[in-house]
């Protein structure tokens, strides 16, 4: 009996880690909006160093970005900007606020 509750725990434990792997690897290539510099996004296709600046600008103001979509609110990010962007760029805070 006991040695069942271990395999089982085991079972949970492979699941847990390989759908954090998941998550942890699919943000593997991509830029944390909330830390990246102008010149990082400078460097991302569709993006130049002004709209990168405004990107940086918009944080500055308003602090971390919290959704993708925030940055529809830039002159010159429409909705397909928005969806190549996407591909490049990932959403995690890096301020320890409790906000």
């Known amino acids: 009996m006991q040695v069942k509750k271990i395999a089982g725990c085991l079972v949970i434990l492979c699941l847990f880690f390989a759908v954090a ?3 942890f690897a699919e943000n593997e290539d991509k830029l944390n909006l909330n830390a990246a ?3 990082e996004l ?3 296709p569709g993006l130049n160093p002004d709209l990168a600046a405004k990107i940086i ?8 970005y919290i959704d993708m979509e925030e940055l529809l609110d830039i002159p ?7 969806r190549q962007l ?5 959403i995690e805070s ?3 606020c409790n906000c």
């Open 86 to 90: 996407k591909k490049h760029l990932f």
């Open 94 to 96: 890096v301020d320890d």
């Open 76 to 82: 010159g990010i429409d909705n397909k900007l928005l």
């Open 57 to 64: 600008e918009l944080r500055e103001e308003n602090g971390e």
């Open 21 to 23: 792997g998941g998550a």
């Open 42 to 44: 400078a460097k991302i």
């Open 37 to 39: 510099t102008v010149e």
